[in-house]
């Protein structure tokens, strides 16, 4: 019993060890003016890039921050604004809506996909902040990550979860016609305004004096 006990720990150890050694995920912050298009670089951190098969996560984006969207003239149809540079093989990479809200991103996960090198992102993902986000830092959780190795059968291990910092600054408005009298109202803290009242508001660009 007690060798049977050992070797039941052995082979949790020998599970866990994999587990550790496989890799981990990250991801830098970014930082945007409100409508503006920012980009989330996701990093396979690992010691031996050959040893990974599959990738998958889940995210979530803060209220008012959403999937950038690219219009495609060729297709004509509006596709998701995400990239994978490290994969190969496109046919097998993706991003959905996950169960319970937020996105799964997916790469891989058979033995026949491989990666150019470690240094490159996992997944580039196009965000984009709504013109009435406010001026703030906003955290992008990423959870229920996983890598798979390319044993027989493949293993699938959890990645601990990790996040990335969203910094929304200014409101991006710098281009407006300054002679257009309609143009959008933002009060000081970016917010959009249906028109200037009394104090300082944002139009064309410029700050404007409302007494």
Known sequence: MKK???TIVAMLCGAAAMAQGIGTLSCADVTANQGEVAYLEVML???????????????TLPEG?????????????????????IAK?????????????????????????TYKAATNPVAKIGIKVGEDKA????????????LSDKSTPIQSYDVADFKA???????GINS????????????????????????????????????
Do not use: C
């Open 4 to 6: 049977f006990y050992m």
């Open 45 to 59: 951190n690992t010691e031996d890039v050959t040893a990974v098969s599959g990738i998958q996560f889940n995210f």
């Open 65 to 85: 921050v959403v999937i950038n969207q690219i219009y495609d003239e060729d297709e004509e149809a509006w596709l998701t604004d995400i990239e994978f540079p």
């Open 89 to 113: 093989k496109a046919h097998q990479t993706g991003i959905k809506q996950a169960a319970g809200g937020g996105y799964m991103v997916y790469l891989g996960g058979d033995k026949s996909m």
């Open 135 to 146: 001026k703030g830092v906003y955290d992008i959780n990423f959870t229920k990550a996983a």
């Open 165 to 171: 910092k969203l910094t929304v600054g200014g409101t």
């Open 176 to 211: 407006v016609n300054a002679d257009d009298s309609n143009a959008p109202v933002y009060n000081l803290a970016g917010q959009r305004v249906n028109k200037a009242q009394k104090g300082v508001f944002i139009q064309n660009g410029k700050k404007v004096a409302v007494k």
